[in-house]
């Protein structure tokens, strides 16, 4: 288990990405996702991503609900892979189980503008092969615009220099993520602090 942090503009923490690591099948998924949620301190103030596939929330559902009810701040990050589920199944569940999410990878394959209709968005991850391409610069500022009017916090993934760091404040982002910052850590088995 690695965790990586998703910075404020001023350096301070505004979260934790548990990286668990690509799983070998949905049980694998849910295995690392509740190591993950172990993990994950109640007490600090910080938030804490973890990835998870949109078809081990639909098979675990409840015990994902649990997890994460017990866990305040814990943010369900759903990784950008095709899915089989629909897009109205994960509404429905993520309503009913009142789960915060992020949307990983947006911008990136299956990442894409039907995400957006997901309720409970905190925050959209944005790929760094979308937001540092100059073709779609102007789409992916009028995205953040949107975004920040209905509060859902926008992230610049894999910001690795100062330049990249500039360029994504100057589009707007809030959150920032990459080894520019800190290159993600190994952690074992105790409380993220």
């Given amino acids: ?59 675990y559902q409840k015990s994902i609900s649990k997890l994460v ?17 629909s897009l109205d199944r994960l509404k429905k569940i993520i309503r009913e189980e009142n789960i915060k999410i992020a949307i990983d990878d947006f911008g990136r394959c299956s990442s894409n503008f039907d995400r957006l209709e997901l309720p409970n968005i905190k925050t959209v991850k944005f790929d760094k092969s979308f937001w540092l391409n100059k073709s779609a610069e102007y789409t992916v500022r009028s995205i953040i615009s949107v975004l920040k009017e209905r509060q859902i ?9 100062q330049t990249e760091f500039n360029k994504a404040k100057e589009m707007g982002f809030d959150l920032f993520q990459g080894f520019y910052f800190k290159k993600a850590e190994r952690l074992r088995d105790c409380y993220v602090c």
Avoid: W
């Fill in 69 to 85: 009810a017990e866990r305040k701040n814990v943010v369900v990050e759903l990784v950008e892979i095709n899915s089989s589920v």
């Fill in 1 to 59: 288990m690695r965790k990586e942090r998703i910075l404020f503009q001023n350096g301070t923490t505004y979260a934790y990405e548990l990286l668990g690591g690509k799983p070998k099948n949905y049980c694998d998924d849910f295995y690392k996702f509740s190591k993950a949620c172990s993990l994950a301190s109640n007490h600090n103030g910080i938030f804490y991503h973890i990835n998870i596939y949109p078809k081990t929330l639909v098979l």
């Fill in 153 to 161: 916090l926008t992230v610049a993934e894999m910001v690795e220099t």
